[in-house]
């Protein structure tokens, strides 16, 4: 069964430091990985996603991720936290084989830029 | 153009009563997906319609739950005989399904308090 991970429930970091949000997956075959944030009171946005090509993939609001397939991780990251970032980030994974079946969402981290 | 729409944005019910749930996906997006967000918690899948095909059911919690996509549009999800564990932020996403990498755009949610 696929399955998504993410290993911090909470990462609190200063504003103008570099953030990493983490993600591990568990997927049969080649995976389709997407990241989603959630600003409070708001629905899911989408940030960026892998699905084939370069491993870096750059998204919106200056985030990107660098999808490492020995290591099966996907984890997100930013050069200089903006207050701003403050949320609850979701990665999810599909899996390219038979993907009929529908996405499967981490836990989600809850990120706090601390001014 | 119009994203992905919700309604009602909130729902207060009694313990028992049946509830409705509508969203409207974005046009020509032929994918469309239910979720449920319990508070702070992540996303819970529900079910997955794919154009035509017959939905995938495999997330829903209880036959208490239905759901039903008239003409490929406008889906309704159905709670019947709602319990208190029902309440949570109902998110519904539609995507134009073509490869499965398709980016899924969210609705912003009906939050569902059931007393």
């Known amino acids: 069964a696929q399955s998504v991970a993410q290993p911090e429930d909470q990462v609190n970091v200063a504003e103008g430091n570099p953030l990493t949000v983490k993600c591990t997956y568990s997927?049969?075959?080649?995976?389709?990985l997407f990241w989603y944030v959630q600003y409070p009171n708001r629905g899911l946005q989408f940030l960026l996603k892998y699905i084939t090509g370069d491993n870096l993939v750059k998204g919106s609001y200056g985030f990107e991720a660098e999808f490492n397939k020995s290591q099966t991780s996907f984890h997100l990251k930013k050069p200089s936290a903006l207050v701003s970032d403050s949320a609850l980030y979701f990665c999810?994974?599909?899996?390219?084989?038979?993907?009929?079946?529908?996405?499967?969402f981490g836990p989600g981290t809850r990120l706090s830029v601390l001014p | 153009g119009a994203g992905v729409s919700q309604s009602p944005s909130n729902k207060v019910t009694e313990k028992g009563k049946d509830v409705e749930l509508r969203c409207d996906p974005i046009s020509g997006h032929t994918a469309l997906y239910w979720y449920r967000q319990s508070l702070g918690q992540g996303l819970e899948f529900l079910i997955y319609f794919q154009g035509n095909s017959a939905p995938d059911k495999s997330g829903l919690p209880s036959d208490r739950f239905s759901a039903e996509r008239t003409g490929g549009s406008v889906s309704t999800l159905t709670i019947q005989r709602t319990q208190q564990e029902d309440s949570a932020v109902y998110l519904c996403?539609?995507?134009?399904?073509?490869?499965?990498?398709?980016?899924?755009?969210f609705g912003p949610g009906t939050r569902l308090l059931v007393l």
């Open positions: 996403a539609s995507s134009p399904m073509t490869s499965g990498g398709e980016t899924q755009y």
């Open positions: 999810a994974v599909r899996p390219t084989v038979n993907y009929g079946q529908n996405f499967v």
């Open positions: 997927v049969s075959g080649n995976p389709y």
